[in-house]
């Protein structure tokens, strides 16, 4: 290899150093917000299983009352 040979070497390792480099930067943003939509809809979600607990319990609670209702003769 001359001279040449090595410059235009170095060149390109430069240049697909840079594009790695940033390639790598833009799929740790991608990740940090994904990761960030996720924890959001993790506790979305958790928040809507605890409302359905709650609403659940309510309706058990009246049907427990009909039931009631009905079983003394009304």
Do not use: P
């Not at 040979?5 to 740790?28: G, H, M, R, W």
């Not at 994904?34 to 409302?51: A, D, F, G, P, R």
Request: net charge negative.
């Amino acid at each position: 290899m001359n001279e040449t040979d090595y410059k235009t070497l170095i060149l390109t390792y430069q240049q697909k150093s840079f594009d790695l480099f940033s390639q790598t930067v833009a799929l740790e943003a991608r990740l940090k917000t994904s990761t960030q939509l996720i924890e959001e809809l993790s506790t979305k979600v958790n928040q809507l299983t605890s409302e359905i607990d709650s609403l659940n319990s309510k309706i058990s609670k009246k049907t427990q009352k009909v039931e009631n209702l009905n079983s003394e003769g009304f």
